[in-house]
């Protein structure tokens, strides 16, 4: 499977921003997906994930409550919805996904990484 991760951009900080994951090459109801993000000499961290099957959810603690995964099987997309969104988000975000995934927070648990999408807030 090829994710494509798109919707990133320039925002003021309060503002808010959709990034999505699209997924070709084979159906995407199968497949556990999650977001991660690196900023500038920064290690790369988790942000959400979604299970493939009862579409349960896992946030980081900087990220519970502004944001929210959610998936459309029939777009064969993953969106991730920012709000209040604060200058410590910006990065750049990628999505990811593994076959038949949970939620893991585990960036080794995935097998198929998509390219980025910058995310700049601005104060």
């Known amino acids: 499977v090829q994710l494509q991760a798109s919707g990133g951009g320039l925002v003021q900080a309060g503002g808010s921003l959709r990034l999505s994951c699209a997924a070709s090459?084979?159906?995407?109801?199968?497949?556990?997906v999650g977001w991660f993000r690196q900023a500038p000499g920064k290690e790369r961290e988790f942000v959400a994930s979604i299970s493939w099957n009862l579409g349960s959810t896992r946030y980081a603690e900087s990220v519970k409550g502004r944001f929210t995964i959610s998936r459309d099987n029939a777009k064969n997309t993953v969106y991730l919805q920012m709000n209040s969104l604060k200058s410590e988000d910006t990065a750049v975000y990628y999505c990811?996904?593994?076959?038949?995934?949970?939620?893991?927070?585990?960036?080794?648990?995935?097998?198929?990484w998509g390219q980025g999408t910058q995310v700049t807030v601005s104060s």
């Open positions: 090459g084979r159906t995407f109801t199968s497949y556990g």
């Open positions: 990811v996904g593994k076959i038949y995934g949970g939620t893991s927070n585990n960036p080794k648990q995935y097998d198929y």
